[in-house]
């Protein structure tokens, strides 16, 4: 996740090692752990793949030298790789994973949004469905945590089918150059 995260926040715009970081930390700490451990030698990784590139190398505060990565047109295609890939994982990561991607719709043509909608919502109905097969635990506390397991699962299962209709009904660009679902995003 830390991966398609990276490659498409570089599609953005170049980043050093640092402000990767800020914005990973900013935007998507509620789906992975960041930390300088784990950032440093996955952009040595994809430097040496060819994913990424040394844009420019500067002196940082500190007198070290500072390098700020870009995307390539190879890291392009792993990212839309990763992006359509529905890896076979826990429901947690496939949920954070799910909001990683959706946080990068913008980058996607309609079609791909929608694929990625419709998968998602497949899998949430799978779950809800498993879910409501088990019986409620005896003990309330266990209880109250399966009734709020099916209120998140209700809840999402809701909110995408509305961001499906959306797509399905308006596909195109507002005038501010974001998407609909980047707007609404904005807005909240």
């Not at 784990?38 to 505060?61: D, F, N, T």
């Not at 047109?73 to 959706?102: C, L, Q």
Request: charged content about 30%.
């Amino acid at each position: 996740m830390l991966e398609l995260a990276t490659l498409g926040l570089l599609q953005r715009e170049p980043l050093h090692g640092y402000r990767l970081k800020q914005q990973l930390e900013l935007f998507m700490s509620g789906c992975i752990s960041v930390n300088y451990g784990a950032i440093y030698p996955l952009l040595k990784r994809l430097e040496e793949r060819g994913a990424i590139s040394v844009l420019v190398e500067e002196e940082g505060e500190a007198g070290s030298l500072r390098k700020s990565y870009s995307i390539t047109d190879r890291g392009r295609e792993r990212w839309m790789h990763k992006m359509m890939e529905y890896p076979h994982e826990s429901w947690v990561n496939a949920r954070s994973r799910f909001t990683i991607k959706f946080f990068f719709f913008g980058n996607l043509e309609p079609a791909k949004r929608i694929k990625l909608l419709e998968h998602r919502l497949m899998v949430c109905r799978l779950r809800q469905d498993l879910q409501e097969r088990e019986p409620l635990p005896a003990d309330p506390y266990q209880a109250e945590v399966w009734r709020r397991c099916m209120v998140v699962i209700r809840s999402e299962i809701e909110w995408l089918t509305e961001q499906l209709a959306s797509e399905r009904t308006e596909p195109s660009l507002g005038s501010s150059g974001q998407s609909e679902v980047e707007t609404r995003i904005v807005a909240t």
